[in-house]
């Protein structure tokens, strides 16, 4: 390589310092002003292509010269996931603190296959896992680890069940080696990635039983049973219960206490999903609804949403660390640990499905010495109250109508026009959809949609500790204006 080239991959300390300003700054300047942003583009798939569209670079161009592209180009036509508006899916801001922890994790480029590959930054994930552990009231001796998100979470829990319910053949030798149907319950409320999981793991997404849910959409205790019941006199066997902290579409939380008991007479694998909702533990009002999470066999957590850290950042634990590691652990002369002590030998890659992995603890652990759990936990508890507000703002209205209780930050409800009242249900169906895409294109609040008792439901999540009770307020304004030209 000439001289030439490698100074365009190495630049010198001052060029590095340059450019790390020139992103500092924006990262800054974006941060304080994203408030005053659209929340959603006014773009479409070709004008961004028309800008950016270019030949297969083969000379340099200034890295300020791309930097003023991501600004001018790229900045604009995203949502802005930081906007305090930004009610859809179940979004986190980001925070400042842990995009610079991303940019360090980066920069050291550690990669945490095991102990001996970076030492202190696995100790660093080691010891955010025992904290995670702690705002869970999980088991001190649980194992752990960070992975992409809540649906990789979902995929190494149910793993780990199915090793530890299912007959070992079945990892070595597949499905042709155990002829019963493999079976997991979960609410019909449960996020798609349980089924996905249970598809990637030969378990088959069919061997998902949804179970019925009860007024306040949890899990019901006798519909469970039950079909645990049919299924053993069919000659399937049970391997798992999901429980739910937090759903997806309402925020409801099953009774952990009772799927735990069930799971206990059967003899099945409890996996919590509280990829929403489980560090909402940190937020008082929460915890009763979240009691019995503790009693898991394994637990889904995403600290990419409510500890507020941008993607990607899940994570998953296990109470037995013996049996996570019989389900991913795997012989290879390339990765085995040479003498070592037990805390050194250890290997990452024997807990979970990756084997490279970026340093996402530094991030968690940079955030959470620097603003404390203290402060989390306030936000999480402003985020509820602030759905909380829109609930009692939409029950006191004439216009719009809840469809189903806050639990914790997610709220589905409705416009109901004066001239639809009392009328048809596909008709405000009908103008609910047209209503949410009018507010996307609108720009000024986000929200998503959700099915509820077979009815179209417009849909938040709060989840910014830069959103107020007025922020709330405003998105009711807003559906009213774009109502009014509908
Ligand atoms: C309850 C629940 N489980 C799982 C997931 C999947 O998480 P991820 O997007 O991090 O894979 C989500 C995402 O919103 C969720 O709400």
């Not at 950016?52 to 790229?74: A, C, I």
């Not at 649906?151 to 149910?158: E, K, P, R, V």
């Not at 959470?368 to 829109?390: F, M, N, P, Q, Y």
């Not at 996307?440 to 509820?452: E, K, M, P, T, V």
């Amino acid at each position: 390589m000439s001289r030439h080239a490698d100074s365009k991959l190495d630049p010198s300390a001052e060029e590095i310092r340059r450019w790390g300003d020139a992103a500092v700054g924006w990262m800054a300047e974006y941060l304080h002003c994203v408030r005053e942003l659209r929340v959603y583009p006014e773009t479409t798939s070709r004008d961004i292509r028309e800008r950016l569209d270019e030949e297969l670079p083969t000379e340099s161009l200034p890295f300020l010269k791309v930097l003023d592209t991501f600004r001018e180009v790229v900045v604009p036509a995203t949502r802005q996931n930081a906007h305090p508006r930004m009610f859809g899916y179940v979004q986190a801001p980001g925070t400042a603190i842990a995009a610079l922890a991303d940019l360090l994790a980066s920069t050291l480029n550690a990669n945490l296959t095991a102990w001996r590959s970076t030492p202190a930054a696995v100790e660093i994930e080691r010891l955010t896992i025992d904290w995670v552990k702690q705002i869970i009231g999980f088991n001190a001796d649980a194992a752990g680890l960070f992975v992409s998100g809540g649906s990789m979470a979902n995929f190494a829990g149910l793993a780990a069940a199915r090793r530890a319910k299912a007959p070992d053949e079945l990892m070595r030798k597949g499905a042709q080696a155990f002829p019963r149907a493999l079976r997991i319950y979960a609410s019909e409320e449960t996020h798609h990635s349980v089924a996905k999981a249970a598809a990637m793991l030969g378990i088959g997404s069919d061997n998902v039983r949804y179970v019925a849910v009860d007024e306040r959409f949890r899990i019901r205790i006798d519909d469970l049973e039950a079909k645990i019941n049919e299924d053993v006199a069919a000659g399937h066997l049970p391997i798992c219960i999901v429980g739910n902290a937090g759903t997806v579409n309402t925020g409801a939380c099953d009774s952990l206490e009772q799927v735990s008991e069930t799971a206990r007479r059967f003899g099945l694998w409890m996996h919590v999903d509280g990829s929403y909702g489980g560090f909402a533990t940190l937020a008082p009002s929460a915890r009763a609804c979240l009691a019995g999470i503790e009693r898991a066999d394994s637990i889904s957590l995403d600290p990419h949403k409510w500890l507020y850290l941008p993607v990607d950042c899940g994570c998953v634990l296990y109470r037995d660390p013996e049996t996570a590691r019989a389900t991913f652990a795997h012989e290879a002369e390339y990765t085995r640990v040479i003498a070592q002590q037990a805390d050194e030998a250890f290997a990452v890659w024997d807990y979970g499905p990756e084997l490279s992995r970026r340093f996402r603890a530094l991030k968690v652990w940079m955030l959470l010495t620097s603003v404390g759990v203290r402060a989390v936990g306030e936000s999480i508890e402003k985020d509820l109250a602030c759905a909380r507000h829109l609930e009692s703002l939409v029950r006191a209205s004439d216009d719009f109508e809840m469809l189903a209780p806050v639990e914790l930050s997610i709220f589905c409800f409705r416009y109901v026009p004066a001239g639809l009242k009392g009328g048809p249900e596909e008709q405000l169906d009908a103008f609910n959809e047209r209503l949410l895409v009018a507010l996307q294109r609108d720009g000024s609040s986000y929200l998503s949609n959700a099915r509820i008792h077979g009815r179209f439901a417009l849909r938040g999540c709060v989840m910014n500790y830069r959103t107020t009770h007025r922020d709330m307020e405003i998105l009711l304004m807003d559906l009213r204006r774009l109502a009014a030209t509908l």
